[in-house]
């Protein structure tokens, strides 16, 4: 079984700051790594993903994470932000075997402010 | 290409009471999926289908929740009857060949259920 840990539950940042969210997972298996958007009144929308590779994965609106497998961690970044970057983000972890359905951290809000 | 849809996108309903939900994954994507999202938390997965057999209703509950998808494409989803704690968003989620892990799962807008 996996699991997925979001540490914070909002992250405030100011316009053009630079921003992390952070995200640990838990799981005996390898592992595949995703991180999706919510809009409001929205459904999800992928961002980026880790298959395999390299550990540094670019993603859609400037988005960037980084796999860390020693500290079991996917942490997403972007140098800088927008007042349209404010939404939910999610992040799942899923394994090549057994079921395949994506496990879900409870979420970080990102709130841009101007 | 079209997206995931689903109907409705707002319910609002007494305890007790019944209530489908409906969603038409993207054309060709094989597998299916019905998450449920409690506000605030994650989505969580509810069940799976391949096709239109079943993969993982683990964490579906079953002395309520129900869910079909008979010709391998549409999909519903009911609660009879449905409890307080049921309000959520219900997401459908598709993707392509026998739910891969590396394959996208592409979202639905959702469906938000108030159970009053």
């Known amino acids: 079984a996996q699991s997925v840990t979001q540490l914070d539950s909002q992250v405030p940042v100011f316009e053009e700051a630079p921003v992390e969210l952070r995200c640990n997972y838990s799981?005996?298996?390898?592992?595949?790594l995703f991180w999706y958007v919510q809009y409001p009144n929205q459904g999800l929308q992928l961002l980026l993903k880790?298959?395999?590779?390299?550990?540094l994965v670019k993603g859609i609106n400037g988005f960037e994470a980084e796999f860390n497998k020693s500290q079991t961690s996917f942490h997403l970044r972007k140098p800088s932000v927008h007042i349209s970057d404010t939404a939910e983000y999610f992040c799942a972890v899923t394994s090549d075997t057994g079921r395949r359905a994506l496990t879900f951290g409870s979420g970080t809000r990102l709130q841009v402010q101007p | 290409e079209a997206g995931v849809a689903q109907s409705p996108r707002y319910k609002i309903i007494e305890k007790r009471q019944s209530v489908a939900f409906w969603c038409n994954p993207i054309s060709g994507h094989a597998t299916l999926y019905w998450y449920q999202q409690i506000l605030g938390q994650g989505p969580k997965l509810l069940i799976q289908f391949q096709n239109n057999g079943v993969v993982d209703d683990s964490q579906l509950p079953k002395d309520r929740f129900s869910a079909e998808r008979l010709k391998g494409v549409d999909s519903t989803l009911k609660i009879q009857p449905a409890k307080l704690e049921d309000s959520a968003v219900y997401l459908c989620?598709?993707?392509?060949?026998?739910?891969?892990?590396?394959?996208?799962?592409?979202f639905g807008p959702g469906t938000r259920l108030t159970v009053l």
């Open positions: 799981s005996s298996v390898s592992v595949y």
């Open positions: 989620a598709s993707n392509l060949i026998g739910g891969l892990a590396g394959n996208e799962q592409f």
């Open positions: 880790y298959l395999s590779g390299s550990t």
